[in-house]
């Protein structure tokens, strides 16, 4: 049986909407989503493979449109076990 080194977090949905600002900063954004004139200006679901990669665009967002301006609401967090390469590879021998 492999030992167990620790879990991370892998395959992170959510989804962000931004409120307030102006199309030309919209056009700016490194994402791709949809435009919604009413309450929010724009929606767009996020795919990360790692919970430090949102945080660090959430921090670029905050940057670009400011802090007030945007939420980001995690909706789906898978976890795998990682083991050790050397464990992993005698059980698949044994199999």
Same mark, same amino acid.
């Given at each position: 049986m492999p030992r167990i080194t620790k879990k991370e977090v892998i395959d992170l949905k959510a989804v962000l909407v931004i409120w307030g600002v102006k199309d030309d900063?919209?056009?700016k954004l490194p994402i791709e989503g949809h435009w919604v004139y009413g309450e929010y200006d724009f929606i767009s679901i996020l795919? =990360?493979?790692k919970s430090g990669e949102l945080e660090e665009f959430k921090e670029k967002l905050r940057h670009l449109i400011g802090d007030?301006? =945007?939420k980001v609401y995690s909706v789906k967090y898978g976890a795998k076990n990682k083991t050790d390469p050397m464990m992993s590879q005698m059980v698949s021998q044994l199999k």
């Amino acid at each position: 049986m492999p030992r167990i080194t620790k879990k991370e977090v892998i395959d992170l949905k959510a989804v962000l909407v931004i409120w307030g600002v102006k199309d030309d900063i919209l056009k700016k954004l490194p994402i791709e989503g949809h435009w919604v004139y009413g309450e929010y200006d724009f929606i767009s679901i996020l795919d =990360f493979d790692k919970s430090g990669e949102l945080e660090e665009f959430k921090e670029k967002l905050r940057h670009l449109i400011g802090d007030e301006k =945007f939420k980001v609401y995690s909706v789906k967090y898978g976890a795998k076990n990682k083991t050790d390469p050397m464990m992993s590879q005698m059980v698949s021998q044994l199999k």
